[in-house]
Protein backbone atom coordinates (compact mmCIF):
# COMPACT_ATOMS: atom_id res chain seq x y z
CA UNK A 1 0.00 0.00 0.00
CA UNK A 2 1.61 3.27 -1.06
CA UNK A 3 1.38 6.20 1.45
CA UNK A 4 1.69 9.45 1.15
CA UNK A 5 4.15 11.69 3.21
CA UNK A 6 2.35 13.83 5.83
CA UNK A 7 2.71 17.71 5.14
CA UNK A 8 4.30 19.78 7.69
CA UNK A 9 5.39 23.15 7.15
CA UNK A 10 8.78 24.18 8.19
CA UNK A 11 9.58 27.46 9.39
CA UNK A 12 13.38 28.87 7.24
CA UNK A 13 15.15 31.68 7.27
CA UNK A 14 17.70 31.07 5.63
CA UNK A 15 20.56 30.30 8.73
CA UNK A 16 22.02 27.68 10.01
CA UNK A 17 19.31 25.99 12.54
CA UNK A 18 16.26 26.70 10.06
CA UNK A 19 18.45 24.81 7.65
CA UNK A 20 19.29 22.08 9.82
CA UNK A 21 15.83 22.05 11.14
CA UNK A 22 14.53 21.55 7.20
CA UNK A 23 16.59 18.77 7.33
CA UNK A 24 15.73 16.94 10.05
CA UNK A 25 12.19 16.89 8.96
CA UNK A 26 12.75 15.60 5.56
CA UNK A 27 15.20 12.76 7.43
CA UNK A 28 11.98 11.84 9.43
CA UNK A 29 10.02 11.52 6.11
CA UNK A 30 7.60 14.62 6.26
CA UNK A 31 6.74 16.71 2.81
CA UNK A 32 8.19 19.82 3.96
CA UNK A 33 6.38 22.91 2.91
CA UNK A 34 8.57 25.82 3.71
CA UNK A 35 7.70 29.27 4.75
CA UNK A 36 10.15 32.39 4.88
CA UNK A 37 9.33 36.07 5.55
CA UNK A 38 10.50 39.22 3.92
CA UNK A 39 9.82 41.56 7.22
CA UNK A 40 12.23 44.33 6.59
CA UNK A 41 15.08 42.16 8.30
CA UNK A 42 18.76 44.46 7.05
CA UNK A 43 19.47 40.94 6.61
CA UNK A 44 17.55 40.26 3.96
CA UNK A 45 20.41 38.41 1.87
CA UNK A 46 19.37 35.38 4.24
CA UNK A 47 16.10 35.07 2.09
CA UNK A 48 18.60 34.08 -1.29
CA UNK A 49 19.72 31.43 1.07
CA UNK A 50 16.72 29.80 2.30
CA UNK A 51 15.38 29.45 -1.51
CA UNK A 52 18.59 27.57 -1.73
CA UNK A 53 18.23 25.82 1.15
CA UNK A 54 15.03 24.34 0.27
CA UNK A 55 16.07 23.80 -3.11
CA UNK A 56 19.00 21.77 -1.65
CA UNK A 57 16.85 20.12 0.83
CA UNK A 58 14.13 18.63 -1.21
CA UNK A 59 11.49 20.97 0.14
CA UNK A 60 8.24 20.23 -1.85
CA UNK A 61 7.59 24.31 -1.62
CA UNK A 62 8.87 27.32 -0.71
CA UNK A 63 6.98 30.51 0.24
CA UNK A 64 8.27 33.91 0.99
CA UNK A 65 5.86 35.94 2.71
CA UNK A 66 5.97 39.67 2.80
CA UNK A 67 5.12 41.27 6.24
CA UNK A 68 6.33 44.60 7.12
CA UNK A 69 7.65 44.77 10.79
CA UNK A 70 9.63 47.85 10.06
CA UNK A 71 6.47 49.68 10.79
CA UNK A 72 6.56 48.74 14.39
CA UNK A 73 10.12 48.94 14.84
CA UNK A 74 11.41 48.53 18.20
CA UNK A 75 14.20 46.43 16.92
CA UNK A 76 17.92 46.66 15.66
CA UNK A 77 17.30 44.29 13.14
CA UNK A 78 14.46 46.41 11.73
CA UNK A 79 16.08 49.82 12.19
CA UNK A 80 18.96 51.67 12.08
CA UNK A 81 19.73 50.96 15.93
CA UNK A 82 23.57 49.46 15.95
CA UNK A 83 23.17 45.71 15.79
CA UNK A 84 25.98 44.71 19.14
CA UNK A 85 29.22 43.31 18.37
CA UNK A 86 31.93 41.28 20.08
CA UNK A 87 29.93 40.76 23.34
CA UNK A 88 31.34 38.06 25.23
CA UNK A 89 29.37 34.97 26.64
CA UNK A 90 28.20 36.25 29.59
CA UNK A 91 26.37 39.44 28.09
CA UNK A 92 24.67 37.57 25.32
CA UNK A 93 23.21 35.42 27.87
CA UNK A 94 21.76 38.28 29.92
CA UNK A 95 18.96 39.90 29.05
CA UNK A 96 16.84 40.37 26.03
CA UNK A 97 19.06 41.89 23.18
CA UNK A 98 17.95 44.81 20.83
CA UNK A 99 17.89 42.15 17.77
CA UNK A 100 14.97 40.93 19.75
CA UNK A 101 12.17 41.48 16.87
CA UNK A 102 9.15 42.11 19.25
CA UNK A 103 6.75 39.36 18.44
CA UNK A 104 8.22 38.14 16.03
CA UNK A 105 8.50 34.16 16.12
CA UNK A 106 4.50 34.40 17.29
CA UNK A 107 3.86 36.19 13.83
CA UNK A 108 5.80 33.47 12.16
CA UNK A 109 4.08 30.68 13.19
CA UNK A 110 0.45 32.29 13.36
CA UNK A 111 1.31 32.69 9.08
CA UNK A 112 2.63 28.78 9.25
CA UNK A 113 -0.53 27.82 11.31
CA UNK A 114 -3.19 29.53 8.34
CA UNK A 115 -0.56 27.62 6.00
CA UNK A 116 -1.29 24.00 7.67
CA UNK A 117 -4.92 24.92 8.10
CA UNK A 118 -5.12 25.44 4.19
CA UNK A 119 -2.84 22.49 3.08
CA UNK A 120 -4.27 20.07 5.99
CA UNK A 121 -1.07 19.74 8.00
CA UNK A 122 -0.68 18.83 11.75
CA UNK A 123 2.54 19.50 11.93
CA UNK A 124 4.67 22.21 11.87
CA UNK A 125 8.61 22.62 12.77
CA UNK A 126 10.87 25.60 14.12
CA UNK A 127 14.88 25.52 14.87
CA UNK A 128 14.66 27.57 18.09
CA UNK A 129 17.43 26.88 20.33
CA UNK A 130 17.19 27.79 23.72
CA UNK A 131 20.14 26.54 24.93
CA UNK A 132 23.52 28.66 23.88
CA UNK A 133 21.13 31.88 23.74
CA UNK A 134 18.24 32.15 26.12
CA UNK A 135 17.78 36.05 25.25
CA UNK A 136 14.55 35.93 23.10
CA UNK A 137 11.44 35.35 24.54
CA UNK A 138 9.87 33.79 21.96
CA UNK A 139 12.27 31.16 22.00
CA UNK A 140 11.91 29.59 25.23
CA UNK A 141 10.10 25.76 25.44
CA UNK A 142 7.35 26.77 27.31
CA UNK A 143 6.29 29.47 24.64
CA UNK A 144 6.19 26.91 22.27
CA UNK A 145 3.99 24.46 23.96
CA UNK A 146 1.45 27.38 25.11
CA UNK A 147 1.32 28.19 21.42
CA UNK A 148 0.32 24.74 20.95
CA UNK A 149 -2.18 25.04 23.07
CA UNK A 150 -3.63 28.10 21.70
CA UNK A 151 -3.57 27.04 18.06
CA UNK A 152 -5.13 24.02 18.29
CA UNK A 153 -8.18 25.79 20.40
CA UNK A 154 -7.74 28.51 17.68
CA UNK A 155 -8.05 26.28 13.92
CA UNK A 156 -9.66 23.46 12.75
CA UNK A 157 -5.95 21.39 13.75
CA UNK A 158 -6.69 20.12 17.39
CA UNK A 159 -4.31 17.54 16.99
CA UNK A 160 -1.59 19.87 15.85
CA UNK A 161 1.93 19.46 16.88
CA UNK A 162 4.87 22.32 16.48
CA UNK A 163 8.03 20.01 16.63
CA UNK A 164 11.20 22.09 17.71
CA UNK A 165 13.54 19.67 17.14
CA UNK A 166 16.89 21.94 18.18
CA UNK A 167 15.74 22.94 21.19
CA UNK A 168 17.98 20.23 23.25
CA UNK A 169 21.13 20.98 20.89
CA UNK A 170 24.58 23.37 21.34
CA UNK A 171 25.60 25.24 18.37
CA UNK A 172 28.24 22.50 17.96
CA UNK A 173 25.21 19.88 18.62
CA UNK A 174 22.83 21.67 15.87
CA UNK A 175 26.20 21.86 12.88
CA UNK A 176 27.01 18.37 14.14
CA UNK A 177 23.61 16.84 13.40
CA UNK A 178 23.36 19.06 10.01
CA UNK A 179 26.72 17.59 8.19
CA UNK A 180 25.46 14.24 9.00
CA UNK A 181 22.44 14.97 7.02
CA UNK A 182 23.74 16.63 4.85
CA UNK A 183 22.91 20.27 5.33
CA UNK A 184 25.35 22.33 3.01
CA UNK A 185 25.94 25.43 5.94
CA UNK A 186 28.40 27.42 2.86
CA UNK A 187 24.72 27.97 1.56
CA UNK A 188 23.27 29.17 4.60
CA UNK A 189 23.34 32.96 6.40
CA UNK A 190 23.12 33.92 10.41
CA UNK A 191 24.46 36.98 10.59
CA UNK A 192 22.37 39.90 11.90
CA UNK A 193 24.59 42.97 10.31
CA UNK A 194 25.89 41.01 6.62
CA UNK A 195 27.82 43.38 4.09
CA UNK A 196 25.95 44.20 0.49
CA UNK A 197 27.63 41.23 -0.68
CA UNK A 198 26.03 39.02 1.88
CA UNK A 199 29.08 38.24 4.10
CA UNK A 200 29.01 37.93 7.27
CA UNK A 201 30.53 40.16 9.88
CA UNK A 202 31.98 37.96 12.49
CA UNK A 203 31.09 39.89 15.45
CA UNK A 204 27.69 40.05 16.28
CA UNK A 205 25.98 37.39 18.51
CA UNK A 206 24.47 35.37 15.84
CA UNK A 207 27.86 35.31 14.40
CA UNK A 208 29.90 34.83 17.73
CA UNK A 209 27.67 31.81 18.43
CA UNK A 210 28.22 30.10 15.12
CA UNK A 211 31.70 30.55 14.90
CA UNK A 212 31.84 28.72 18.14
CA UNK A 213 29.76 25.86 17.50
CA UNK A 214 32.27 25.19 14.44
CA UNK A 215 34.88 26.10 16.23
CA UNK A 216 33.93 23.35 18.76
CA UNK A 217 33.88 20.38 16.40
CA UNK A 218 37.13 21.32 15.28
CA UNK A 219 35.26 22.75 11.64
CA UNK A 220 35.93 25.45 9.22
CA UNK A 221 32.60 27.66 8.59
CA UNK A 222 32.00 27.65 4.83
CA UNK A 223 30.11 30.56 4.99
CA UNK A 224 31.98 33.72 3.65
CA UNK A 225 32.86 36.21 6.23
CA UNK A 226 34.17 39.84 5.56
CA UNK B 1 -1.21 64.93 39.46
CA UNK B 2 -2.06 64.19 36.69
CA UNK B 3 -1.81 60.94 35.13
CA UNK B 4 -1.18 59.53 31.29
CA UNK B 5 -4.02 57.56 30.08
CA UNK B 6 -3.19 54.08 29.64
CA UNK B 7 -2.23 52.69 25.86
CA UNK B 8 -4.03 49.78 24.16
CA UNK B 9 -4.15 48.26 21.29
CA UNK B 10 -7.32 47.85 19.44
CA UNK B 11 -8.36 45.41 16.35
CA UNK B 12 -10.80 47.34 14.17
CA UNK B 13 -12.36 46.18 11.51
CA UNK B 14 -14.55 48.90 10.24
CA UNK B 15 -17.61 46.26 11.13
CA UNK B 16 -19.93 46.95 13.97
CA UNK B 17 -18.43 44.95 16.64
CA UNK B 18 -15.49 46.19 16.59
CA UNK B 19 -16.51 50.03 16.66
CA UNK B 20 -18.75 49.06 19.89
CA UNK B 21 -15.60 47.29 20.76
CA UNK B 22 -13.34 50.70 20.56
CA UNK B 23 -16.12 52.85 22.26
CA UNK B 24 -15.89 50.58 24.86
CA UNK B 25 -12.17 50.91 25.19
CA UNK B 26 -12.55 54.81 25.18
CA UNK B 27 -14.97 54.81 27.49
CA UNK B 28 -12.77 52.83 30.12
CA UNK B 29 -10.41 55.50 29.74
CA UNK B 30 -7.74 54.05 27.45
CA UNK B 31 -5.54 55.88 24.89
CA UNK B 32 -6.63 53.54 21.64
CA UNK B 33 -4.14 52.77 18.93
CA UNK B 34 -6.43 51.02 16.59
CA UNK B 35 -5.15 48.32 14.13
CA UNK B 36 -6.71 47.42 10.80
CA UNK B 37 -5.76 44.72 8.09
CA UNK B 38 -5.95 44.53 4.57
CA UNK B 39 -5.28 41.05 3.92
CA UNK B 40 -6.64 40.80 0.61
CA UNK B 41 -10.50 40.41 1.78
CA UNK B 42 -13.27 40.87 -1.10
CA UNK B 43 -14.91 43.31 1.32
CA UNK B 44 -12.29 45.78 1.16
CA UNK B 45 -14.63 48.51 1.73
CA UNK B 46 -14.04 47.64 5.28
CA UNK B 47 -11.26 50.04 6.12
CA UNK B 48 -12.25 53.25 4.80
CA UNK B 49 -15.21 52.46 7.34
CA UNK B 50 -12.36 51.47 10.23
CA UNK B 51 -10.30 54.92 9.12
CA UNK B 52 -13.59 56.82 9.55
CA UNK B 53 -14.77 55.15 12.65
CA UNK B 54 -11.39 55.56 14.23
CA UNK B 55 -11.34 59.30 13.61
CA UNK B 56 -15.02 59.46 14.92
CA UNK B 57 -14.24 57.63 17.95
CA UNK B 58 -10.94 59.62 18.96
CA UNK B 59 -8.45 57.06 18.57
CA UNK B 60 -4.41 57.80 19.13
CA UNK B 61 -3.41 56.45 15.92
CA UNK B 62 -4.87 54.19 13.11
CA UNK B 63 -2.79 51.58 11.44
CA UNK B 64 -3.40 49.58 8.39
CA UNK B 65 -1.16 46.80 8.36
CA UNK B 66 -0.98 44.92 4.77
CA UNK B 67 -0.53 41.20 4.67
CA UNK B 68 -1.24 38.78 2.21
CA UNK B 69 -3.65 35.83 3.36
CA UNK B 70 -5.02 35.59 -0.09
CA UNK B 71 -1.46 33.97 -0.64
CA UNK B 72 -2.80 31.32 1.43
CA UNK B 73 -6.42 30.72 0.25
CA UNK B 74 -9.21 28.76 2.13
CA UNK B 75 -11.88 31.36 2.95
CA UNK B 76 -14.36 32.16 0.16
CA UNK B 77 -13.58 35.80 1.96
CA UNK B 78 -10.13 35.87 0.35
CA UNK B 79 -11.15 33.79 -2.57
CA UNK B 80 -13.51 33.47 -5.82
CA UNK B 81 -15.99 30.79 -3.99
CA UNK B 82 -19.22 32.50 -3.32
CA UNK B 83 -20.27 33.61 0.46
CA UNK B 84 -23.20 31.74 1.68
CA UNK B 85 -26.54 33.76 1.84
CA UNK B 86 -29.86 33.12 2.86
CA UNK B 87 -28.84 30.76 5.99
CA UNK B 88 -31.38 30.38 8.86
CA UNK B 89 -30.75 30.64 12.19
CA UNK B 90 -29.91 26.58 12.55
CA UNK B 91 -27.44 26.60 9.18
CA UNK B 92 -25.54 29.64 10.66
CA UNK B 93 -24.91 28.27 14.14
CA UNK B 94 -23.58 24.86 12.71
CA UNK B 95 -20.30 23.88 11.54
CA UNK B 96 -17.39 26.11 10.19
CA UNK B 97 -18.66 28.13 7.47
CA UNK B 98 -16.53 28.47 4.20
CA UNK B 99 -16.00 32.33 5.51
CA UNK B 100 -13.86 31.36 8.16
CA UNK B 101 -10.52 32.75 7.02
CA UNK B 102 -7.63 30.09 8.72
CA UNK B 103 -5.86 31.43 11.46
CA UNK B 104 -6.65 35.18 11.19
CA UNK B 105 -7.97 36.15 14.53
CA UNK B 106 -4.14 34.35 15.68
CA UNK B 107 -2.14 36.59 12.61
CA UNK B 108 -4.39 39.34 13.71
CA UNK B 109 -3.70 39.60 17.68
CA UNK B 110 -0.04 38.36 16.76
CA UNK B 111 0.15 41.67 14.80
CA UNK B 112 -1.72 43.37 18.05
CA UNK B 113 1.06 41.61 20.17
CA UNK B 114 4.18 43.41 18.06
CA UNK B 115 2.38 47.08 18.59
CA UNK B 116 1.70 46.52 22.43
CA UNK B 117 5.55 45.44 23.32
CA UNK B 118 6.71 48.47 20.90
CA UNK B 119 3.99 51.05 22.79
CA UNK B 120 4.39 49.18 26.15
CA UNK B 121 0.70 48.67 26.43
CA UNK B 122 -0.45 45.45 28.26
CA UNK B 123 -4.03 45.84 26.98
CA UNK B 124 -5.50 44.28 23.57
CA UNK B 125 -9.34 44.69 22.50
CA UNK B 126 -10.68 42.56 19.88
CA UNK B 127 -14.62 42.50 19.47
CA UNK B 128 -14.80 39.08 19.43
CA UNK B 129 -18.27 37.44 20.15
CA UNK B 130 -18.86 34.31 20.79
CA UNK B 131 -22.75 33.92 21.44
CA UNK B 132 -24.66 34.76 17.97
CA UNK B 133 -22.04 32.89 16.25
CA UNK B 134 -20.04 30.58 17.30
CA UNK B 135 -19.00 29.07 14.41
CA UNK B 136 -15.17 30.47 14.15
CA UNK B 137 -13.07 28.26 16.18
CA UNK B 138 -10.73 31.64 16.94
CA UNK B 139 -13.52 33.72 18.41
CA UNK B 140 -14.03 31.31 21.07
CA UNK B 141 -13.52 32.45 24.91
CA UNK B 142 -11.08 29.37 25.42
CA UNK B 143 -9.05 30.57 22.32
CA UNK B 144 -8.77 33.90 23.70
CA UNK B 145 -7.30 32.83 26.39
CA UNK B 146 -4.86 30.39 25.55
CA UNK B 147 -3.86 33.47 23.61
CA UNK B 148 -3.26 35.52 26.58
CA UNK B 149 -1.30 32.87 28.49
CA UNK B 150 1.00 32.06 25.44
CA UNK B 151 1.62 36.06 24.34
CA UNK B 152 2.53 36.93 28.02
CA UNK B 153 5.21 33.86 27.83
CA UNK B 154 6.44 35.08 24.35
CA UNK B 155 6.62 38.71 24.92
CA UNK B 156 8.40 41.27 27.25
CA UNK B 157 4.39 41.70 28.56
CA UNK B 158 4.15 39.40 31.72
CA UNK B 159 0.75 41.52 32.37
CA UNK B 160 -0.53 41.76 28.82
CA UNK B 161 -4.51 41.39 29.35
CA UNK B 162 -6.96 40.94 26.19
CA UNK B 163 -10.24 42.27 26.47
CA UNK B 164 -13.10 40.55 24.60
CA UNK B 165 -15.64 43.12 26.16
CA UNK B 166 -18.30 41.91 23.55
CA UNK B 167 -18.06 38.10 24.37
CA UNK B 168 -21.01 37.40 26.36
CA UNK B 169 -23.10 39.86 23.93
CA UNK B 170 -25.88 39.66 21.62
CA UNK B 171 -25.87 41.13 18.31
CA UNK B 172 -28.64 43.38 19.67
CA UNK B 173 -26.91 43.69 23.08
CA UNK B 174 -23.88 45.09 20.79
CA UNK B 175 -25.91 47.35 19.02
CA UNK B 176 -27.46 48.44 22.36
CA UNK B 177 -24.05 49.04 23.87
CA UNK B 178 -22.87 50.98 21.26
CA UNK B 179 -25.76 53.63 20.69
CA UNK B 180 -25.57 54.30 24.21
CA UNK B 181 -21.80 55.31 23.42
CA UNK B 182 -22.61 57.04 20.34
CA UNK B 183 -20.82 54.79 18.13
CA UNK B 184 -22.66 56.16 14.95
CA UNK B 185 -23.56 52.66 12.88
CA UNK B 186 -24.15 54.10 9.74
CA UNK B 187 -20.28 54.73 9.37
CA UNK B 188 -19.47 50.78 9.94
CA UNK B 189 -19.69 47.87 7.17
CA UNK B 190 -20.16 44.26 8.66
CA UNK B 191 -21.34 43.08 4.93
CA UNK B 192 -18.79 39.89 3.42
CA UNK B 193 -19.83 40.85 -0.05
CA UNK B 194 -20.74 44.34 -0.39
CA UNK B 195 -21.23 46.47 -3.94
CA UNK B 196 -18.99 48.44 -5.64
CA UNK B 197 -20.03 51.14 -4.08
CA UNK B 198 -19.71 49.86 -0.27
CA UNK B 199 -23.43 48.58 -0.10
CA UNK B 200 -24.15 45.49 2.13
CA UNK B 201 -26.15 42.97 0.67
CA UNK B 202 -28.33 42.04 3.12
CA UNK B 203 -28.40 38.28 2.62
CA UNK B 204 -24.86 37.09 3.59
CA UNK B 205 -24.28 35.51 7.46
CA UNK B 206 -22.74 38.83 8.86
CA UNK B 207 -25.72 40.76 7.53
CA UNK B 208 -28.04 38.58 9.00
CA UNK B 209 -27.07 38.51 12.30
CA UNK B 210 -26.79 42.18 12.16
CA UNK B 211 -29.79 43.40 10.87
CA UNK B 212 -31.20 40.41 13.41
CA UNK B 213 -29.76 42.76 16.01
CA UNK B 214 -31.12 45.87 14.48
CA UNK B 215 -34.49 44.84 14.25
CA UNK B 216 -34.73 42.89 17.97
CA UNK B 217 -34.32 46.36 19.39
CA UNK B 218 -36.70 48.39 16.82
CA UNK B 219 -34.31 50.27 15.27
CA UNK B 220 -33.20 50.58 11.86
CA UNK B 221 -30.16 49.88 10.79
CA UNK B 222 -28.47 53.28 9.44
CA UNK B 223 -25.83 51.20 7.03
CA UNK B 224 -26.14 51.60 3.31
CA UNK B 225 -28.25 48.18 1.65
CA UNK B 226 -28.51 47.40 -2.30
Known sequence: MLTRPRPAIVLLSGGMDSATCLAIARAEGFACHA??????????????????????LGAVSHRVVDIDLRAFGGSSLTSSVAVPKDRDD???????PNTYVPARNTIFLSFALA???????????IGVNALDY????????????AYQAMARLGTRRDALTIHTPLAALTKA??????????????????????SATGAACGHCDACLLRLKGFRELGLEDPAPYA
Do not use: N
Request: proline letters at 4%; aromatic letters at 10%; charged letters at 20%.
Open 35 to 56: LSFRYGQRHAVELDAATRVAST
Open 90 to 96: AAIGSGI
Open 115 to 125: AAEVLDADDLF
Open 134 to 145: SGYPDCRPEFIS
Open 173 to 194: GIVARGVALGVDFGLTRTCYDP
